[in-house]
């Protein structure tokens, strides 16, 4: 029964799998048990009155690096795109020289270049109906320096 969760079995539970789970994951799975509870505490449903979700503290996610190519595995790469002649030489350099994502770069505009300090702003990201958004996070908000091709 619903109306028998309360906040410090949701806080055990979560700490207790805390020991056994990544954070993100944790964050993840939590996040979507607080909308149902969300949904059963509406005026129209009323299961319950409270969202016993609201006081559980989570841990934030550790920050992990995500891994880059190993020069072999850019070596590699490069062979395939010159063995088939792609015509976005450009756009694979800049993937590779930048480790951007694809969304950031084509949002790339050339008040974004500075071609004289050799760097790209990215501020922005591709977005599937056309038009720019927000990056991922503030984090993805930086400047890459160009090496000279």
């Known amino acids: ?5 309360t906040t410090l079995m949701l806080q055990e539970a979560v700490n207790k799998l805390a020991d056994d789970i990544e954070k993100s994951t944790i964050q993840l ?4 048990l607080n909308v149902a509870m969300k949904y059963a ?14 006081d559980v503290i989570l841990s934030k ?12 595995q850019s070596k590699q790469f490069i062979w395939f795109w010159e063995t088939l002649r792609l015509r976005y030489d450009a ?9 951007a994502r ?40 930086r400047k890459c320096s160009l090496t000279r091709v």
């Open 102 to 141: 694809i969304g950031e770069i084509l949002a790339l505009r050339w008040a974004d270049v500075d071609l004289e300090k050799g760097e790209i702003h990215i501020a922005k990201t591709a977005l599937r109906r056309g038009d720019d958004g927000s990056p991922k996070s503030r984090r993805s908000i």
């Open 41 to 54: 505490c509406k005026p129209s449903i009323r299961y319950l009155i409270n969202n016993p979700c609201e």
């Open 91 to 99: 756009l694979f350099v800049l993937l590779l020289d930048t480790g």
């Open 61 to 72: 996610p550790d920050f992990k690096e995500k891994p880059i190519w190993d020069e072999n």
């Open 1 to 5: 029964m619903l109306t028998g969760i």
């Open 29 to 32: 799975y939590f996040q979507k």
